[in-house]
């Protein structure tokens, strides 16, 4: 759910400026799960631009207080949500939290790291929703820690249908910055793409599976 319209276009406009985010729907890219993609996205870049970098952890902080104001821990998706969730965290003065994609192999075996309290309410953040499998995962962890997952927000979302049904089957709240629907209307108006792709790139979102140039 994007809670800023306004925002979302200027969040949209930065990740195009510094090509986190790439949209090239006449070369696709292919996933690791085979799908070709008009889109690329690496929002770790957003750390190397102070700018930006402040911006989007601004942005983060208003709309988690807005929206999850009783938070008391913020806790992050390994990797791309570590660096983000930590700023986040220190911005708001919270314990920060981390969740490995599966649980150390050696010592404790932690797969949540930093410490927390019993039943503490968390704000889970992300840098990217796509299927939602791996978001998801990181939120089960941490209620299995029996702690009180309040919602997630994450800096992108490309908006799949499967994402968001699995999202509600998991009684899982979430916000995003940006979504892929904000992104090419931004990158329209701004001349990243021409208009008569517009059509393409609606199809990919809708059925990436089936999407061809």
């Known amino acids: 759910m994007i809670l800023d319209k306004d925002k979302a276009l200027k969040i949209a406009d930065f990740l195009l400026q ?3 985010i790439k949209l090239q729907p006449d070369q696709p890219f292919v ?3 085979g799908w070709k993609s008009p889109i690329y996205c690496d929002n770790r870049k957003i750390l190397s631009y102070p700018q ?3 911006s989007i952890r601004q942005t983060f902080v208003e709309q988690i207080t807005n929206h999850f104001a ?3 821990l913020i806790a992050g998706v390994a990797t791309g949500g570590i660096a983000i969730g930590a700023l986040v965290a220190e911005e708001m003065g919270l ?4 969740v490995r994609t599966t649980a150390k192999g050696h010592g404790l075996e932690n797969l949540i790291e930093g410490e927390y309290l ?3 309410r968390v704000v889970v953040i992300e840098d990217l929703i796509s299927t939602g499998g791996s978001s998801l995962k990181a939120v089960e ?6 702690l009180n997952v309040l919602g997630l927000a994450a800096i992108f979302t490309y908006g799949f249908a499967k994402a968001v049904k699995s999202f509600d089957k998991a009684k899982c709240e979430y916000i995003t910055l940006c979504d892929y629907d904000h992104l090419v209307e931004k990158a329209v108006k701004a001349n990243y793409i021409p208009e008569n792709v517009m059509n393409s790139l609606t199809d990919w979102r809708i059925d990436p599976q089936k999407w061809k140039i």
């Open 70 to 72: 009783n938070v008391e």
């Open 31 to 33: 996933w690791a799960s």
């Open 18 to 20: 510094i090509k986190a």
């Open 141 to 146: 962890a941490i209620r299995d820690a029996n």
């Open 118 to 120: 019993d039943s503490q």
């Open 95 to 98: 314990p920060f939290v981390y």
């Open 52 to 54: 930006i970098r402040t």
